[in-house]
């Protein structure tokens, strides 16, 4: 009897079937040991290549938000700061206020896990298909300076309100001085009633 499986392996690397190739060998072993039939063994090679298609625009989302893999709701310590409502942050886990396009303001001393819980709900957005980037302060200062250098302020101000939810870490860290406060204005102006804006600071809401 002729083994099917190198033609079968070419042709699912000519298809560009690349996650069902890295599951063949294994299907192949399961639908013998459990006598699956064609349909059964074909819907699992199937559900591999989704599936493996879902995780890698996971990854890219991840990697095109800068965020870390590991800051992640699951992996959030609520005891450090005992006075965080936990019933809020869940409700904009739910990410709700995305579709809202509202700005939502984390505001808390030094080490409360303000970076970590933005992007925790970085997170939940991009589980969501939902574009995120993630910038501090100084990152996005110095971004729209360079653009400005090459004439390109106007292109990279609409790149960042076409986002559906910007998160600008650690706010009034550093003084912003002029034209940096224009800036800011113009990137919080754009994106006002047009998407969603996280913004964490050490601040005090009266400063």
């Given at each position: ?15 560009r ?6 599951y ?11 006598k ?22 996971f ?12 800051k ?26 995305i579709?809202e396009k509202?700005?939502v303001?984390?505001?808390g ?22 574009d995120v980037?993630?910038?501090s ?8 300076q ?17 986002i ?9 860290l ?34």
């Open positions: 009897m002729i083994n099917p499986m190198p033609e079968l392996s070419a042709l699912l690397k000519q298809v079937l690349s996650h069902a190739l890295e063949l060998a294994q299907r192949n072993k399961e639908a013998i040991e459990k699956l039939s064609h349909p059964e063994f074909l819907s699992l090679l199937i559900q591999d290549e989704l599936l493996g298609r879902q995780n890698k625009k990854q890219e989302r991840i990697k095109r938000a800068h965020i870390r893999m590991d992640t709701l699951e992996n959030f310590d609520f005891s450090i700061n005992p006075k965080i409502n936990s019933g809020l942050i869940k409700e904009l886990m739910s990410c709700d206020f579709a509202v700005p303001l984390i505001v001393p030094c080490g409360t896990g303000k970076s970590h819980l933005s992007q925790a709900i970085a997170h939940c957005a991009i589980r969501r298909n939902i980037l993630w910038m302060q100084n990152a996005l200062l110095s971004s729209l360079a653009a400005k250098a090459v004439n390109s302020y106007e292109k990279k101000l609409a790149q960042l309100s076409k559906p939810l910007l998160i600008i870490d650690d706010f009034g550093k003084p912003m001085r002029t034209p940096q406060d224009e800036d800011f204005h113009d990137v919080i102006d754009k994106r006002y009633e047009q998407a969603a804006t996280i913004v964490t600071s050490n601040l005090d809401f009266n400063e």
